[in-house]
Nanobody, 116 residues
Framework: QVRLVESGGGLVQVGESLRLSCAVS????????LAWYRQVPGKERELVAN???????IYTDSVKGRFTISRDNAKNTFYLQMDNLRTEDTAVYYCSAYLGSTARYWGQGTEVTVSS
């Protein structure tokens, strides 16, 4: 099965930056759409960013201008660059990949904590 492994989470101060990484195995990576979601206790998981094989991107309004999703097809890895972090960005972040209308695959989650 497809496997996704995340890394890059941690504890930062407001205004600082982090880059999350997601390594994807056993797929033709360049054909997959890729996404980052986040979830906090007691709330539903929300989409943060998404990118298609053609490079089209979408971001939730709260991160526009601060977060950037990108992919490196040669490394089968994609990223979420998070700049100017806010306390509201604190969450467990999950990477995800899907091909067309097929099942979505998920990473294990990585914690991001932004403190004031």
């Amino acid at each position: 099965q497809v496997r996704l492994v995340e890394s890059g989470g941690g504890l930062v101060q407001v205004g600082e930056s982090l880059r999350l990484s997601c390594a994807v195995s056993r797929v033709t990576f360049s054909l997959y759409s890729l996404a980052w979601y986040r979830q906090v206790p007691g709330k539903e998981r929300e989409l943060v960013a998404n990118t298609t094989p053609g490079g089209r991107t979408i971001y939730t309004d709260s991160v526009k201008g601060r977060f950037t999703i990108s992919r490196d097809n040669a490394k089968n890895t994609f990223y979420l660059q998070m700049d100017n972090l806010r306390t509201e960005d604190t969450a467990v972040y999950y990477c995800s990949a899907y091909l067309g209308s097929t099942a979505r695959y998920w990473g294990q989650g990585t914690e991001v904590t932004v403190s004031s």
